[in-house]
């Protein structure tokens, strides 16, 4: 039990990988850098980041003149 197989890794890495990329993706059209979307990696970090992405203004949201 010392140490772990390849396959071991492999998954560890698909786990990592798989919810990285939309994130990536839809902090990119967001108009962010997507280098955001590691945050989702920092368990506490993610959760408030998520809510001070979805509060704030993005940079590609036209400003509208009434």
Known sequence: MGFFSI???LIVMVIFIVPIIPIWRIVSKAGYSGFFSL????????????????????????????
């Open 39 to 66: 945050i989702a990696l920092i368990p506490l970090v993610n959760i408030i980041f998520l809510w001070v992405f979805a509060f704030s203004r993005w940079p590609n949201e036209k400003i509208q003149i009434k």
């Open 7 to 9: 396959w071991h890794w």
